[in-house]
């Protein structure tokens, strides 16, 4: 019995890989090799005054309604369920309790206590220590901000804003009930958060208004029960 114990606690741990839908992948390569097709003719047969055959043409119409289908059958799906997810999660202690090595898991923690203990021995911590851990390369894909894009405000910046308030609302509360309202720690970390949301906020309002109207994609989510 010892033994088939032991056999059956190997295998429950032993490791599970994920990997993205394949269309999705296909899709994504499909595309890239249709962009660097019409680059390279762009810098070379387009200065001869030649256009781009009807074939391309066609294969790009062909990957645009496939992009329209990924994002209604994966994308937007995937994201619903994730929410939906979370705020079940959320919704009481119990459910936090029943799934918190299950979210450690899947919001991955490596290398954050290295991270810390760098700072603790004066060196600079890098975002870059966590670009394998699986939450920190969904964000920092999220608000990654193209530097060739200068001349315009790029819709991440709404969403840096979005998540600096998020985050200073959970700072400020572990401030508060670690050295108080009153403390001077607390006081001082609020106002370094206040003056990057201010700048945020500066920026965010340069933002077109045409960004902030409803998408044609709506994500419909309630955890309230019947």
């Given amino acids: 019995m010892k033994d088939n114990k032991s056999g059956h606690e190997a295998k429950n741990k032993s490791p599970k890989y994920y990997n993205p839908d394949s269309a999705l ?7 890239l090799e249709l962009e660097e097709e019409r680059s390279i003719f762009s810098k070379v047969k387009a200065k001869a005054g030649k256009k781009l055959p009807n074939t391309f043409n066609s294969k790009i119409k062909e990957s645009a309604a496939k992009k329209s289908l990924l994002l209604d059958k994966i994308i937007f799906p995937s994201m619903t369920n994730l929410i939906y997810f979370f705020e079940c999660v959320n919704s009481t202690p119990k459910m936090k309790e029943l799934f918190e090595r299950d979210l450690i898991n899947l919001l991955d923690l490596r290398k954050v206590k290295d991270s810390v203990e760098l700072a ?3 060196g600079k911590p890098w975002i870059h220590t966590f670009e394998e851990n699986n939450f920190s390369r969904l964000i920092l894909n999220v608000v990654s901000l193209d ?8 819709f991440r910046v709404a969403v840096l804003y979005q998540l600096q308030l998020i985050i200073n609302a959970k700072v400020e509360r572990l401030m508060k009930n670690e050295f108080g309202s009153e403390g001077q720690i607390a006081k001082s970390s609020k106002e370094d958060f206040d003056n990057v949301v201010g700048w945020l906020a500066m920026m965010a309002k340069s933002i077109p208004d045409d960004l902030e109207k409803d998408s044609n994609r709506k994500i419909v989510v309630s955890t309230e029960q019947d």
């Fill in 25 to 31: 992948i296909d899709w994504f390569q499909q595309r």
């Fill in 147 to 154: 530097s060739e894009w200068k001349d315009k405000i790029d």
């Fill in 120 to 122: 603790d021995q004066g």
